[in-house]
């Protein structure tokens, strides 16, 4: 062969290469986490306001949330933390094998291991017990310190309740 065909041959396999392999990264897309969240029929208020950048694995869900720092507010009478880094698994409806997640109640601190969506509600799975609430209270993001209940956030909350 000579070298002419030689280059016709491997420049358009080094270009269907290059296009490969910035089209395969599965960490970054356009989208925000809050996007994606939805992509996978999952509310944006699962995760608080403030996430500084996320990676995503779209061949196995494999998800990596950063906040700047770590996050905590109160819902009614539950408590929640969310750590810097918060991982998981994401699928259709549902994040499994979360880290950097946990729920206050009543006294006791449990880590969050599961979201999953059925039907109109949220679960929230601890391992051995869950909890269910409406989907409607996940329709917006959390801001941490107040959660819900921050400043003109919660004049909505209420004027939509009245």
Same mark, same amino acid.
């Given at each position: 062969?000579?070298?002419?065909?030689?280059?016709?041959?491997?420049?358009?396999?080094?270009?269907?290469?290059?296009?490969?392999?910035?089209?395969?990264?599965?960490? &970054?897309?356009?989208?925000?986490?809050?996007?994606?969240?939805?992509?996978?029929?999952?509310?944006?208020?699962?995760?608080?306001?403030?996430?500084?950048?996320?990676?995503?694995?779209?061949?196995?869900?494999?998800?990596? +949330?950063?906040? !700047?720092?770590?996050?905590?507010? !109160?819902?009614?009478?539950?408590?929640?933390?969310?750590?810097?880094?918060?991982?998981? &698994?994401? !699928?259709?409806?549902?994040?499994?094998?979360?880290?950097?997640?946990?729920?206050?109640?009543?006294?006791?601190?449990?880590?969050? +291991?599961?979201?999953?969506?059925?039907?109109?509600?949220?679960?929230? !799975?601890?391992?051995?017990?869950?909890?269910?609430?409406?989907?409607?209270?996940?329709?917006?993001?959390?801001?941490?310190?107040?959660?819900?209940?921050?400043?003109?956030?919660?004049?909505?909350?209420?004027?939509?309740?009245?």
């Amino acid at each position: 062969m000579d070298s002419s065909t030689i280059l016709r041959f491997l420049i358009p396999l080094a270009a269907t290469l290059c296009l490969i392999l910035v089209h395969s990264n599965p960490a &970054y897309s356009d989208d925000d986490v809050y996007d994606i969240l939805q992509d996978y029929d999952l509310p944006v208020g699962l995760l608080p306001d403030g996430v500084t950048g996320y990676e995503l694995d779209r061949t196995t869900g494999k998800l990596s +949330v950063s906040l !700047s720092e770590n996050c905590s507010f !109160s819902e009614g009478k539950y408590q929640l933390k969310y750590e810097s880094r918060v991982k998981g &698994y994401l !699928s259709s409806g549902k994040l499994s094998s979360m880290e950097g997640v946990s729920m206050r109640f009543p006294d006791v601190w449990m880590n969050i +291991v599961e979201i999953f969506r059925r039907g109109d509600s949220i679960n929230f !799975s601890v391992g051995a017990g869950k909890a269910a609430f409406p989907m409607e209270y996940f329709e917006e993001s959390p801001q941490c310190g107040c959660g819900m209940n921050c400043g003109p956030r919660q004049a909505r909350k209420l004027m939509a309740n009245s």
